[in-house]
């Protein structure tokens, strides 16, 4: 049975860890410590990067050295030792994982979609997004452009609705406030707002999000829709319907909420 747990680091960082059949790995590990103590004396068989900031890789040298464990990530990377690339399939933990390209954030990033092909449950495929794609978010455009973002954002938004989001940061009830702005009356959104604030009274995470969550309160995937349209024009002062164009006022909006 697959278990997936996040191990805080840092302010407020997720690194994803995957456990299966007495295998272990960690996705986007920024600091080695808190991996290592939560492997206690058990040991890494893998880690899996989604981009090249330091937050997301600053682990992989002393893990690497300590477990002598394969490395899966952009080519780009120092310590990758398994370069991977958009269309590739690999196995992890006996199960499948599709590497997706999603630039936009930076232009190495992938996205890794984890199917449970064994687990007789819709709720069997797993996305870890990294910072492209955040519960009722998404990232900054560091490297890349609106149009990349957005187009990468369409091919995580058409996933299954039941698919589960797991993100790497605890973003959520403020992204959620933002998008409270961009589309004042929607009640998914209010509901959702409640339902967070209830889980980080109680210390608890807000993710993994699902697909479906997302498509109902984050703005960034609601362009098309006329009201958070007409948000974005208001704070861009003028009206414009193409959805990149939405896309990239919210952006510069958030940028600055």
């Not at 600091?31 to 893998?46: F, H, I, Y």
């Not at 390209?101 to 092909?117: I, Q, S, Y």
């Not at 492209?132 to 890349?144: I, K, P, Q």
């Amino acid at each position: 049975m697959l278990t997936i747990s996040p191990i805080p680091a840092f302010n407020d960082n997720y690194i994803w860890h995957l456990k299966r059949d007495g295998q272990q790995w960690v996705v986007d590990p920024g600091d080695a410590a808190p991996v290592v103590e939560a492997l206690g004396d058990r040991p890494l068989d893998g880690i899996l990067i989604t981009h090249h900031h330091p937050d997301h890789t600053g682990g992989i040298a002393a893990l690497r050295k300590r477990y002598d464990c394969p490395v899966y990530g952009p080519a780009s990377i120092d310590g990758v030792t398994r370069p991977m690339a958009a269309g590739d399939n690999l196995e992890v933990l006996g199960l499948p994982v599709e590497v997706i390209d999603v630039p936009g954030h930076t232009l190495d990033h992938l996205a890794l979609v984890l199917r449970e092909t064994d687990s007789g449950s819709a709720n069997g495929i797993h996305l870890f997004c990294g910072d492209t794609l955040f519960a009722a978010g998404c990232g900054r455009l560091f490297e890349g452009t609106p149009a990349q973002m957005y187009a990468s954002l369409g091919k995580l938004s058409a996933l299954p609705p039941e698919t589960r989001v797991y993100c790497a940061h605890e973003y959520t009830l403020a992204n959620l406030k933002f998008a409270a702005a961009a589309e004042p009356g929607n009640n998914a959104i209010d509901n959702r707002i409640a339902e967070v604030e209830a889980m980080r009274a109680d210390k608890r995470p807000s993710l993994p999000s699902t697909i479906g969550e997302e498509l109902a309160t984050n703005p960034f995937l609601r362009c098309h829709v006329p009201a958070v349209a007409r948000r974005a024009a208001e704070r861009a002062g003028k009206e414009n319907t193409d959805e990149v164009e939405v896309f990239a006022s919210l952006r510069r909006w958030k940028d600055n909420f």
